[in-house]
């Protein structure tokens, strides 16, 4: 009998098999896809030649988890790529607020009436990063605080919503940059915990950046399960899970997928019933026959563009989405240009664009024209040059990644009490009705994002329960 079978080899369930392979125990991963990668993977979506993440590209949480900095991926072909910039944000009158690796440009792009405020906000916390991003990203449950100090002046300015955090500014450009942090994960700019959102993303540019993988995201996954495979587990794709009998014995069984989901295989009634799914993702790939035509400079050489007027502008796309059942006029977008340092990601002189906006959950229409305009709102000329382009609504989305339920990326709505405490309100969020089962995809805490946190912190509640069987 092994000791864990582990299901869905996303980033979450492949750091929850490596960290349970690694303490000894005998662990198969079983996934439905034919290769590793979940929500980090690279196809030829367009034309041949060009590489394209399908949903993950720019990894500020991976190169930033104390998970994948304890494990040698490097050794495993994993390189990251730090294009000059690590955002920017362009404003209609062709200029641009930077999140740069250093706080000092950073706060010099908000101008001179917000740059004492912003290092004020960040300075004292990325002092003491390290400790607080694993203090963060963990639980009382999975361990206690190395900091609780610096841990709850954090959450002192992180949990009231980003709105009262952006206040401190005076001018736009800071409150419209912060603004679209925000709404990486898809959250209402007035939502509990928002601003700590926002700092993490910013702490976490300035800390190490936000990188590619060199070749695309399927590099993470790649080396994730090449060093489960050196540990001695098996990985079997190809593998549909429908229920717990169509796997094999084992002592714990842990499931990188949604709880509506698990929830169906285990025959767990309506045990997940009140877990909310949020807004979904309207994605376009691009093969592009030179760069974008960015007016602003500083977006030229930016891994990530995030693409909205101003902070109202960006409050609106998220309404529409999220509360009012309608895509956005202006959609908020996040756009990442791999190519831009990563030239083996498309032909010479060709380049790989990614761009997504925000729509209902489940919606089926076409967002295209409506994120192309936006894009020439700032990068005038851009659809001259596009060669090809590859969309993704809700249902295609659903379809590409199962945990991705109605095209909900982020795998459960963060906003309310869910973005701290999901999939339920309980100090044991990896624990399920079967005291064998755990859940470990990112419908668990610290959320949506490349970092194998959730599946790191399930794991740890794994093996405490394997050690506990003797």
């Given amino acids: ?11 979450n369930g492949l750091t929850a098999a490596v960290e349970l392979a690694r303490r000894g125990f005998s662990v198969a991963l079983f996934e439905a896809r ?13 034309l041949p030649g060009f590489r394209h993440d399908p949903c993950s590209a720019a990894h500020p949480l991976a190169v930033n988890s104390p998970a994948f900095r304890a494990m040698p991926l490097e050794r495993y072909g994993l390189r ?8 920017a944000h362009p404003f209609p009158d062709g200029t641009a607020a930077v999140l740069a690796r250093s706080v000092a440009e950073t706060a010099a792009s908000f101008g001179p009436r917000d740059a004492g405020a912003y290092r004020r906000l960040v300075e004292p916390f990325l002092a003491k990063w390290d400790t607080l991003v694993r203090d963060f990203m963990s639980l ?18 992180g949990l009231p919503p980003s709105t009262w955090l952006t206040s401190r500014f005076r001018d736009e450009r800071a409150r419209t940059l912060f ?10 700019l007035n939502g509990v915990a928002t601003g700590a959102v926002g700092l993490v993303f910013a702490l976490s540019a300035h800390a190490r950046g936000w990188p590619l993988a060199r070749g695309g995201s399927q590099a993470i996954s790649d080396a994730l399960a090449a060093y489960l495979t050196d540990l001695g587990a098996s990985v079997h794709t190809d593998y549909e899970v429908k229920r717990l009998d169509d796997l094999p014995p084992a002592r714990a069984y842990v499931f990188d997928t949604s709880p509506t989901a698990l929830a169906r295989i285990a025959g767990f009634g309506r045990y997940y019933d009140r877990f909310r799914y949020g807004p979904a993702a309207f994605k376009v790939d691009y093969a592009l026959d030179g760069p974008v035509p960015w007016t602003a400079p500083e977006a030229r050489t930016a891994g990530t563009v995030q693409i909205g007027a101003n902070s109202a502008e960006i409050g609106a796309a998220l309404r529409a989405a999220s509360r009012e059942g309608r895509a956005p006029d202006r959609p908020f977008m996040i756009t990442v240009q791999p190519s831009v340092v990563d030239p083996t990601r498309a032909p010479e002189g060709k380049h790989v664009f990614w ?8 919606w089926t229409g076409d967002l295209t024209d409506a994120l192309e305009a936006q894009l020439e709102r700032f990068a005038p000329g851009f659809r001259d040059r596009v060669l090809a382009r590859a969309t993704a609504g809700p249902a295609e989305l659903a379809a590409r990644n199962a945990n991705y339920v109605g095209g909900d990326i982020a795998s459960g709505a963060a906003s309310g009490l869910q973005l701290l405490l999901r999939p339920k309100l309980s100090l044991f969020p990896y624990g399920t009705p079967h005291p064998a089962v755990f859940l470990c995809s990112s419908a668990t805490p610290p959320g949506p994002g490349v970092h194998g946190m959730s599946g790191h912190n399930a794991a740890k509640a794994v093996w405490r329960h394997l050690r506990r069987q003797g």
């Fill in 355 to 362: 761009a997504y906006g925000h729509v209902p959950n489940g």
């Fill in 179 to 188: 603004a679209g942090l925000v709404a990486h994960v898809m959250a209402p």
């Fill in 34 to 46: 034919d290769t590793v990668g979940g929500g980090a993977r690279t196809e030829e979506l367009t």
């Fill in 1 to 11: 009998m092994l000791d864990a079978v582990v299901v869905g080899a996303g980033p």
């Fill in 140 to 157: 009382p449950s999975s361990g206690l605080p190395r900091d609780p100090v610096t841990l709850a002046r954090f959450g002192l300015a």
């Fill in 80 to 87: 990251w790529l730090h294009p000059e910039l690590p955002m």
